[in-house]
């Protein structure tokens, strides 16, 4: 009787089959963790210029009559071909200064960042952009003698 040596052709097309389907795996998971780093690096400069933008208001804050400061402020950063559209809402907080005889002036400042995410090549329309809007935002209180 002879022994044969070797895998059968179903033995091998069954192994291939499995290393196939890992590898695919492991792309599939690099490609997923390559998107979410990019995407936390866009949120993460979206902070940035928010951050910016609200540092230059509350800097121009003091040579303005805080009292008479209300509504919103918006306009737009560039950064390696990607606009970032910021918007500043300035709203007075009410505060019961009954017991405390000096009065506190405070507004509260919220940052609304926008821009549109993913590959900085591709066009703004259909499905070629890979996130689409992204958003971010952030506030702070300043009362009258405060700085940033």
């Known amino acids: 009787m002879l022994r044969r040596k070797g895998f059968s052709l179903i033995e091998l097309m069954i192994a291939v089959a499995i290393m196939a389907s890992a590898i695919i795996l492991v792309v599939s998971v ?7 780093t990019q995407k936390s690096a866009d949120l993460t400069t979206g902070i940035i210029v928010g951050e910016f933008a609200l540092q230059g208001y509350v800097q121009g804050i003091f040579d ?32 019961d200064n009954s017991k405390a005889p000096p009065v506190v002036k405070m507004k509260n400042l919220l940052v ?37």
């Open 30 to 36: 690099l490609v997923a963790g390559m998107k979410a």
């Open 64 to 95: 303005r009559n805080f009292d008479t400061l209300i509504g919103n402020i918006s306009g737009t950063y560039t950064l390696n071909n990607t606009i970032y559209t910021y918007q500043i809402d300035v709203t007075d907080i009410d505060i």
């Open 112 to 148: 609304t960042v926008s821009w549109w995410g993913g590959d900085s090549g591709a066009t703004r329309t259909g499905d070629e952009v890979s996130f689409g809007m992204l958003k971010t935002s952030l506030s702070r209180m300043v009362y009258r003698n405060s700085r940033y």
